[in-house]
């Protein structure tokens, strides 16, 4: 299953790294939001996706899962989802003030 897992992220790394690539910033933003997808699945590999019981100390229980990966993947979330909304209305700022969402418009003239 690790190995599902770390392919899925391998291709969600390569169409990120495509996107960031790209001339419109809208592709951009969704680049930037498959990559903290792929950095998700990559935390949750990197936790060897263990089955056990709650991390709550009962007696008599001795197979535990890891809560560490699930932390992770939870600020991980909460940053990402803070990173897309400030893309999201920086492009949709840049878009009625510039009418154009290309990066190679955006960049203005260097005749300067």
């Known amino acids: ?42 935390l949750l590999t990197m936790g060897k996706l263990k089955r056990g019981n709650p991390p709550v100390l009962v007696e008599g229980v001795t197979n535990y899962t890891d809560p560490l990966p699930q932390a992770l993947i939870l600020t ?3 940053i990402s989802f803070g990173v897309t909304s400030f893309l999201l209305v920086l492009a949709y700022r840049t878009y009625t003030l510039n009418k154009s969402d290309n990066m190679d418009e955006l960049r203005g003239s260097s005749d300067e």
């Open 1 to 42: 299953m690790e190995i599902l897992m770390a392919i899925l992220a391998s291709i969600l790394f390569a169409t990120a790294i495509y996107n960031l690539l790209q001339k419109q910033f809208l592709r951009i933003i969704i680049g930037t939001v498959l990559l903290s997808h792929a950095a998700h699945l990559f």
């Open 76 to 78: 991980s979330i909460v």
